[in-house]
């Protein structure tokens, strides 16, 4: 042995980082699925006028990893995701507070609805009938985990009772 410690990377950790990018229908569908029940704070919201750009970062489910971590009786997971969209023209915020940075926000969905020249407004669905509307030059969302998953403090998975 030489002596010399390397630092542990994330990649040593099993499972590489979630990265994914949106630029169709389909592949938002695929994000808004694994953000469903994301929480984070007003004050983890940017909105970036003069870059175009629009970032959100989460505590994000492991929707992906839940079956298996039930199998293999280990807790579910969480992580810390970036959100990013690229593109945007203009942003508002409906039944929600952006001023408030102590307010909490649990994303729902994502859903775009575009114009003909493939532009578009994205929005943003939050409990508690929030809503946060982008409207975008066109659809270009990322989505990257940014820390290790870590057991989920409530020890389950999100859950949504029929109303």
């Not at 909105?47 to 994000?60: G, K």
């Not at 990013?84 to 909490?104: F, S, Y």
Request: with cysteine; glycine share 8%; net charge negative.
């Amino acid at each position: 042995m030489s002596g010399q410690f390397e630092d542990a990377r994330f990649e040593d950790g099993g499972e590489p980082a979630l990265r994914l990018r949106a630029e169709t229908a389909a592949d938002l569908e695929v994000i808004s699925a694994l953000t469903q029940d994301a929480v984070g704070q007003t004050s983890d919201i940017a909105w970036l006028p003069r870059r175009r750009r629009f970032t959100l970062l989460l505590n994000r489910f492991r929707w992906e990893d839940a079956t298996a971590a039930g199998r293999q009786g280990r807790p579910v997971e969480r992580t810390r995701a970036l959100l990013t969209i690229e593109g945007v023209l203009r942003a508002r915020a409906n039944g929600i507070d952006p001023k408030d940075r102590d307010l909490v926000v649990s994303l729902l969905s994502l859903a775009f609805v575009p114009r003909e020249d493939g532009a578009g407004a994205l929005t943003l669905v939050l409990a508690g009938e929030g809503e946060i509307v982008l409207d975008v030059e066109c659809l270009d969302v990322a989505l990257t985990d940014v820390t290790r998953p870590y057991p989920a403090p409530s020890g389950r998975a999100p859950r949504h009772p029929d109303s």
